[in-house]
Structure formats: structure tokens, C-alpha cells
Nanobody, 124 residues
Framework: QVQLVESGGGLVQTGGSLRLSCAAS????????MAWFRQAPGKEREFASA????????YYADSVKGRFTISRDNAKNTMDLQLNDLKPEDTAVYYC?????????????????WGQGTRVTVSS
């Protein structure tokens, strides 16, 4: 089992930045492909970004490419998502996910473990 805990959400103005973190515990973190998903109010959950277990491969949804940066530190069992140039449409609960067989998978159903989410609100 893997426990995931997100942090770093908050309220920010359009154009601002936030850094989300996901802390993992429970088993070997370094072998897990991981991702961030998000769910906006009244919408389906959607893929935002993913990172392979080595950290060398990163993947982004078109909507966040160039503004968000995913990274991980396997020694610290953490994964981060740097959110820059935030827009009101980025408002959502952001979830950390882990355990997909294929790195970069954008399908939520491929991930075995999920955090409880951290809320990001971008005001216009």
C-alpha cells in the first residue's frame, strides 16, 4: 500500500504561482510512475501531468504545457507540481496518483493509489 498526501493548494490571483507537493509513504516510492490529476467544480477529473519513476520522463496535458512543471525526489519520497501563470480555469482540486504500469498514462483508472486532494483557486 502507498499513502499519498498532497499539500500546497490555496487561493491565488490570475498570473500567480503555486507549488503543490505530494508526499508518499508505505512502500518503495522510486519504482512508481506518478501523476497529477485535477477536477474542476462540476467537471470530470482530468489528467494534468505525469512523471516516470526515474524522473527523466515527463508528460503534460496541452492545457498546462509550458506553465506547469512536474518533478520528483525519490530520496525524499516526494513529487511536486509547480504551477505558473495560473488562470481561473486552473481552479480545481488537484490529486496525486501513483502506480500506473505505463509512465505517462493519462487514464485515471491506470493508477492504483490516490491522495485526498488539495484545492487550488485562481481568482480573476
Amino acid at each position: 500500500q502507498v499513502q499519498l498526501v498532497e499539500s500546497g493548494g490555496g487561493l491565488v490571483q490570475t498570473g500567480g504561482s503555486l507549488r503543490l507537493s505530494c508526499a508518499a509513504s508505505g512502500r518503495t516510492f522510486g519504482g512508481l510512475n506518478m501523476a497529477w490529476f485535477r477536477q474542476a467544480p462540476g467537471k470530470e477529473r482530468e489528467f494534468a501531468s505525469a512523471i516516470g519513476w526515474t524522473g527523466r520522463s515527463t508528460y503534460y496535458a496541452d492545457s498546462v504545457k509550458g506553465r506547469f512543471t512536474i518533478s520528483r525526489d525519490n530520496a525524499k519520497n516526494t513529487m511536486d507540481l509547480q504551477l505558473n501563470d495560473l488562470k481561473p480555469e486552473d481552479t480545481a482540486v488537484y490529486y496525486c496518483a501513483a502506480g500506473a504500469v505505463n509512465a505517462g498514462s493519462s487514464r485515471g483508472g491506470d493508477y492504483l493509489y490516490w491522495g485526498q486532494g488539495t484545492r487550488v483557486t485562481v481568482s480573476s
